[in-house]
């Protein structure tokens, strides 16, 4: 039977979610700004929590239907049988997102919506649900538009970034399904020699790893959907034996990791050996300024510092001024990535970008610039005669 679904994704990887979606089996899936909605049967479902790098969560609509004002939300969530999914037993959390809702209180929304469903339970089992804000095993989104409601229940749980493994984290992490994409539109394969010579707490070369041996993501966790009453416990079983045939075990690969941070590197350590990837991934300090290609050629993806996390806008304007020297330099054969969220960044890094694609890290816009140094770059025109 046909479900229909949607899965919110960092914005400007829609249209990569698209086409990972339809792999997994998705139906009709279609983007929109900040996620793709799709349908497909519960074993469809199952598997793109298990399987996808850049989903954020996959949310089961429930219903949807027009309102005019909070107690008409009141009436739409409490129409359905929320008892078929969940029990009283279960906690519970409401959230709320609106784009153009004339209603002036969000939190007065996500009090009706919550108020609908303890008192469904009320009606038809005596007694409700007790609300956890921290970690619920029952998550209802509620989303508005500027005349409509659609009901939501979340059948992931935490979030996907979350692999479910990661222990050292960095003061401004990078989302793991942020990374992930950004891997994706990097066009690295496999294969290629790469490298994050600012690899924080290693995020790039995790994802990295796991695509390489085709490790699922969602492998290292749990989902909330196996908490719900309607869960096909034997489907859900062939589908994490399928991935757990199919994937590699580890061994050394053409990946590097580096930072002028020692903590930093050892953060990445921990983190790797976490996540059973310690020996793929060669890793060492150094400074990306002075750092020497690992090969001839491959795929270089960083996220430099910007912003607060590097002080003082003086430091920044020295630095990327020199990065751009190293990349001309050293980095010939090379395709260099650099995501970033300072627009100062093209402006002093002294090199034209060959694209430049818009993403967001939550609610910041940055942009993944693509330089392709290739060889010849710093190679001065001969005189003329």
């Not at 992930?180 to 707490?201: H, K």
């Amino acid at each position: 039977m046909s479900e229909q679904f949607f899965c919110p994704c960092p914005r400007g990887l829609e249209t990569l979610l698209v086409d990972e979606l339809n792999a997994l089996g998705a139906r009709d899936a279609a983007a929109v700004p900040g996620g793709v909605s799709f349908a497909g049967d519960w074993a469809c479902c199952y598997r793109v929590n298990l399987e996808s790098r850049l989903a954020t969560r996959v949310l089961w609509r429930i219903v949807s239907g027009r309102y005019r004002s909070e107690e008409d939300i009141y009436r739409l969530a409490y129409g359905p049988t929320w008892a078929k999914w969940f029990t009283p037993d279960d906690t519970l959390r409401v959230y709320v997102t609106a784009k153009q809702s004339p209603l002036k209180s969000l939190e007065f929304v996500t009090l009706r919506v919550k108020d609908a469903v303890c008192d469904h339970f009320r009606t038809v089992a005596g007694r409700r649900p007790s609300i956890d804000t921290a970690a619920p095993d029952v998550r209802v989104h509620a989303f508005l538009t500027r005349d409509t409601v659609t009901l939501y229940l979340d059948t992931s749980g935490d979030p996907l970034y979350r692999r479910g493994f990661k222990q050292a984290a960095v003061e401004a992490p990078l989302k793991e399904n942020l990374a992930a994409g950004i891997l994706r539109l990097s066009g690295w394969q496999p294969g290629e020699s790469f490298i994050d010579p600012m690899c924080g707490s290693g995020t790039f070369l995790i994802e990295a790893a796991q695509i390489a041996l085709d490790i699922a993501p969602g492998l290292g966790r749990g989902f909330a959907f196996e908490g719900l009453r309607n869960f096909d416990r034997s489907t859900w079983a062939a589908l994490r034996k399928a991935a757990e045939g199919r994937r590699q075990a580890p061994r050394r690969l053409a990946l590097y990791g580096s930072d002028i941070v020692g903590e930093q590197v050892r953060r990445s350590r921990v983190n790797l050996e976490a996540a059973g990837l310690a020996e793929c991934v060669y890793l060492d300090r150094a400074d990306v300024l002075d750092r020497v290609p690992p090969a001839a050629e491959g795929v270089m993806v960083c996220n430099p510092p910007y912003g607060v996390r590097i002080g003082e806008a003086e430091e920044l304007a020295a630095f990327y001024p020199r990065l751009g020297d190293a990349l001309k330099q050293r980095w010939s054969g090379w395709r260099c990535y650099l995501f970033s969220g300072d627009p100062a960044l093209p402006k002093l890094i002294g090199l034209k970008a060959a694209k430049r694609t818009p993403l967001f890290n939550g609610a910041l816009e940055c942009r993944l610039f693509e330089y392709r140094m290739v060889a010849g770059y710093m190679r001065r025109k001969a005189p003329e005669a």
